[in-house]
């Protein structure tokens, strides 16, 4: 019974992604019903499924295959329901093997009652499965029988969505993220590509897909769900690569070109990364809900309006901590959050992310765990690879999936000592030179090529500083750590008081981050440097020239950190002040 009620099912999901067809296809108990067990309108056909109108026969019995194809057969030319015969193709499948399929759909043919007949049988279906890996996928878990690394985007969002007291509905991961969703929607109409998107988590990104696809017609929503499949790291997705059908495939933190490896076999491919990317080029990032946006969806999806006002409020914009402030009645904290906490996942969390080809990036995790290097990896590794991990780990970059998410769960067992050692590694890495800054702006471009580099990468420099920005926002959270969320104002006062040019030069990437996490110390900062007869700050308003790539600037940098400020109305007059000053 189980087969019978899933069988149209799986055939439904077939039609869908092989074909733009309309269909009915009645399972589960409506099986049980007369009519047909499914009908197609097919514009164009494709392998398996016949242009215009269809009417599809199944049978799931052992034995006596033929009698089954025999008896719908003349049920069907005695009464098509509605279904002009002439016009219409007689499809009979069997999951089963039918070794002579071909020799009676040739007889029923000849009897000339219907434009077309067709047989499938187990054989068939296994060749149209494998066309389609994410019907494949679906099929899998519904036998029990999931591979590892690969999910349905359906599924990922149902999971995802679910792992709170009141489920997220797509309205909440869409929340201001309009034109975010355009650029999705016109990536999937277009060619085969890669393209890339950043989120707090690289499982936002999947559930925003999920979300953005849902929004259109439900037929053409359906189309797009059977080709999508989720890839959680770069071996699995490799494995869908040579489909002979075009897939949608969500990869979680792809490495290095896979994304585009696999787009350029005729796939679209999404990179979904969290908030430390690890990654260099084109990457969009999706824009952060407002807190009225998380209320409205909220009070729609349910949630008593009271209650949507403190969630909204205490998420700080953020939906990893929306989706730990409300976690659902049979959710559980993940391995990696209970019992005792390991020292070394604590320091992963405070550098956010690091190169461990880079020797300085390495002396800094050592110092952060107490512990040297190797040990040090060699604890946290058995955390890698699964779907809630805490880390990733693309090449040689090791990042935090989440930070936000993380800092919530795991905060409240830092102590004063990490804390205070996180201070004392920020300060060093923000205080290092960045020695291109010796070199003639024309010479500063192939740097690299000479082994001219700064010392610590932009991995672990941005990591850390995302970290300070934590700790301003949520040092609460480090219940065991006296004034924590005053670190911040320490470590950019630290830095940046007193900054001659070259240390202005070499942090300008950081700008954004610092003002973050310390808006007014960075302000204070930045005023005393103009008060100067001849401003270090001034070391900002040069280019460098390339031959390839042009003029790069970086007073660009300090006024994209001004503007960010801008935003908070009792930074706006120092922020307009500071503006003038630099005009």
């Not at 269909?23 to 398996?48: I, M």
């Not at 610590?456 to 934590?470: D, N, P, V």
């Amino acid at each position: 019974r189980d087969g019978q009620a899933s069988m149209p099912t799986l055939i439904a999901k077939l039609v869908r992604a092989s074909s733009d067809a309309s269909l009915h296809f009645p399972s589960d108990e409506a099986v049980q019903f007369a009519g047909w067990d499914g009908t197609t309108q097919a514009p164009t056909g494709s392998e398996y499924v016949p242009a215009g109108s269809a009417g599809w026969e199944i049978g799931t019995q052992r034995e006596k295959i033929a009698g089954k194809a025999d008896g719908d057969y003349t049920k069907r030319s005695k009464d098509s329901l509605g279904l002009p015969r002439s016009e219409t193709t007689f499809v009979f499948v069997t999951p089963r093997p039918w070794p002579q399929k071909e020799e009676w759909a040739q007889r029923k043919r000849a009897e000339g009652v219907w434009k077309d007949v067709k047989a499938y049988d187990g054989t068939d279906l296994v060749h149209w499965i494998e066309q389609y890996p994410a019907v494949g996928q679906w099929l899998a878990t519904a036998l029990g029988k999931r591979p590892p690394g690969v999910r349905q985007l359906d599924e990922l969002w149902d999971e995802w969505s679910r792992a709170t007291q009141w489920p997220l509905p797509p309205d909440l991961v869409l929340s201001d993220r309009s034109e975010d969703s355009a650029a999705l929607l016109r990536w999937l109409r277009g060619d085969n590509s890669a393209i890339a998107f950043q989120g707090e988590s690289s499982e936002e990104v999947a559930a925003f897909a999920y979300a953005t696809i849902n929004q259109l017609p439900a037929d053409i929503a359906e189309h797009y769900f059977a080709r999508c499949v989720v890839a959680s790291n770069s071996d699995a997705a490799r494995q869908l690569a040579n489909s002979r059908t075009r897939l949608i495939i969500v990869i979680l933190e792809p490495e290095t070109g896979v994304a585009e490896a696999i787009a350029a076999k005729g796939h679209h491919v999404l990179a979904a990364f969290g908030e430390n990317p690890g990654a260099q080029g084109t990457i969009r990032k999706l824009s952060r809900p407002s807190r009225d946006g998380i209320e409205a969806a909220l009070i729609d999806s349910g949630v008593p309006e009271d209650k949507a006002k403190s969630f909204a409020r205490d998420s700080a914009r953020s939906l990893a901590i929306l989706r730990r402030l409300m976690p659902g009645v049979a959710s559980r904290l993940p391995r990696w959050a209970q019992g005792s906490i390991s020292r070394s996942l604590l320091a992963a969390l405070l550098a956010g992310m690091w190169d461990e080809s880079r020797d300085a990036d390495k002396v800094i995790m050592s110092r952060l765990s107490e512990i040297p290097y190797e040990a040090f990896v060699a604890s946290i590794a058995p955390y890698v690879g699964e779907f809630d991990s805490p880390l990733r780990k693309v090449g040689p970059v090791w990042k935090v999936a989440s930070p936000r998410d993380a800092w919530l769960l795991l905060a409240a067992h830092f102590t004063a000592a990490d804390i205070d050692r996180y201070r004392a590694a920020i300060i060093d890495v923000l205080s290092a030179a960045d020695p291109r800054y010796t070199l003639s702006p024309e010479d500063r471009w192939y740097a690299s090529m000479r082994g001219i580099e700064p010392e610590y990468s932009a991995y672990l420099r941005h990591g850390l500083g995302e970290t300070l920005i934590l700790l301003a926002l949520f040092g609460d959270r480090a219940a065991m750590v006296p004034h924590a969320s005053q670190y911040p104002d320490t470590v950019v006062r630290r830095v940046l008081r007193g900054a001659d040019g070259q240390r202005w030069w070499s942090l300008s990437r950081d700008f954004q981050l610092l003002a973050e996490a310390s808006p007014e110390e960075f302000l204070s900062a930045v005023d005393d440097s103009l008060d100067n007869e001849a401003p270090p700050i001034a070391a900002l308003f040069g280019s460098d020239e390339s031959p390839i790539f042009g003029s790069a600037e970086h007073v660009s940098d300090l006024l994209w950190a001004l503007e960010s400020l801008a935003w908070a109305p009792q930074l706006l007059l120092h922020v307009s002040l500071v503006l003038a000053r630099l005009d």
